[in-house]
């Protein structure tokens, strides 16, 4: 189901998966086709939000518990969307933290209300959490990020050049190349079985 959502994403945006392309996935396009627009904000909050979106001119309730600590926040209002992440993460973190709030706007758009905050204990790049909308979120966010394709033809990069595909070597590689967390390429790896054992 989340496979397809991305594929039909792709094909809507005209953004096919191209392991010949290297480099990270355009996120930011996805966000400008979608009517989503994308907010990094220091210490975020639901009170940070909430200040922010009165300042844009919005009247807005508030939202949640306000001194929260947050990871991300999608908010809709009408057709258009705001995807909130905290603008203090490293940039591996806010665009996983990008990527689940779109992945819930794509999702979840008609279950979850006005708004979703997600706290560091929902999004996650390990894909185990106990709620099933967030592990969706999660997941879309790692099938978006780290594309199976491209993970595959590196890894088969290297084992056509070395003979061999250690774990670190690969890991370090797509870190780098797709803008994502040593952690978050890692559990990927481990999930698809592609890179030879530690
Ligand atoms: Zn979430």
């Known amino acids: 189901m989340i496979a397809e959502a991305i594929?039909?994403?792709?094909?809507?945006?005209?953004?096919?998966?191209?392991?010949?392309?290297?480099?990270p996935v355009p996120l930011n396009r996805f966000f400008e086709n979608g009517n989503l627009s994308h907010v990094a904000l220091p210490g975020l909050t639901c009170g940070r939000v909430t200040e922010y979106l009165l300042a844009e001119g919005g009247t807005v309730e508030p939202f949640g518990a306000p001194g929260e600590p947050l990871a991300g926040f999608l908010y809709f209002a009408g057709k258009s969307g705001q995807a909130f992440v905290n603008a203090d993460d490293i940039l591996p973190r806010r665009r996983f933290s990008a990527a689940h709030e779109l992945g819930h706007a794509v999702l979840h758009r008609e279950r979850m209300g006005r708004f979703r905050a997600?706290?560091?204990?929902?999004?996650?790049?390990?894909?185990?959490?106990?709620?099933?909308?967030?592990?969706?979120?999660?997941?879309?966010?790692?099938?978006?990020?780290?594309?199976?394709?491209?993970?595959r033809a590196r890894a088969y990069e290297l084992r056509t050049l070395h003979k061999c595909c250690p774990?670190?070597?690969?890991?370090?590689?797509?870190?780098?190349?797709?803008?994502?967390?040593r952690q978050a390429i890692g559990y990927r790896l481990k999930n698809l079985g592609v890179a030879d054992a530690e």
Do not use: C, H, W
Request: aromatic share 4%; charged share 30%; no cysteine.
């Open 7 to 23: 594929a039909k994403l792709r094909r809507d945006n005209q953004l096919p998966v191209d392991p010949q392309v290297r480099g």
């Open 118 to 151: 997600d706290t560091s204990e929902t999004l996650l790049e390990a894909d185990d959490s106990t709620d099933e909308i967030e592990r969706e979120a999660n997941r879309f966010a790692t099938e978006l990020l780290m594309p199976e394709a491209v993970v």
């Open 167 to 181: 774990f670190g070597v690969l890991a370090y590689r797509l870190a780098a190349e797709l803008l994502v967390s």
